[in-house]
């Protein structure tokens, strides 16, 4: 029950960290958002994405080191989570250090930043 809570807690961090400034933050690999065989899932990938660039540092000390880059908040929404969403992918907001943390169908993470914008 706990680990749930402590999903939903980085979703919902993610979500108002990103409306404001609507920027997010993403580990590059080489123009592409670097990503990961989900936990849950392991034959779906994951793109972990941040909230501030120092989340961003955690993930970028992980495997392979990939840089954190930013992004504008209407790039995610309108080119970037409609591409997740036809390769069937899951987003990671927020993940800890050990990559790891709640995946969430970018569908969902995309219906939960309208609704933050609209609020």
Request: hydrophobic share 40%; net charge negative.
């Given at each position: 029950?706990?680990?749930?809570?402590?999903?939903?807690?980085?979703?919902?961090i993610f979500v108002r960290r990103v409306t404001a400034p609507g920027t997010l933050w993403i580990l590059d690999d080489d123009?592409?958002?670097?990503?990961?065989?989900?936990?849950?899932?392991?034959?779906?990938?994951?793109?972990?994405?941040?909230?501030?660039?120092?989340?961003?540092?955690?993930?970028?000390?992980?495997?392979?080191?990939?840089p954190p880059a930013a992004v504008s908040l209407s790039l995610f929404v309108e080119k970037i989570l409609p591409e997740v969403i036809r390769e069937g992918r899951l987003i990671g907001p927020n993940w800890d250090g050990n990559m790891a943390g709640a995946e969430v169908e970018p569908a969902t993470m995309r219906s939960l930043l309208d609704d933050a914008q609209t609020t």
């Open positions: 029950m706990r680990l749930q809570a402590d999903s939903d807690m980085a979703v919902d123009g592409y958002i670097a990503g990961c065989p989900s936990l849950k899932e392991p034959d779906r990938w994951v793109f972990p994405v941040f909230s501030d660039r120092a989340y961003a540092q955690r993930g970028a000390c992980w495997e392979d080191a990939h």
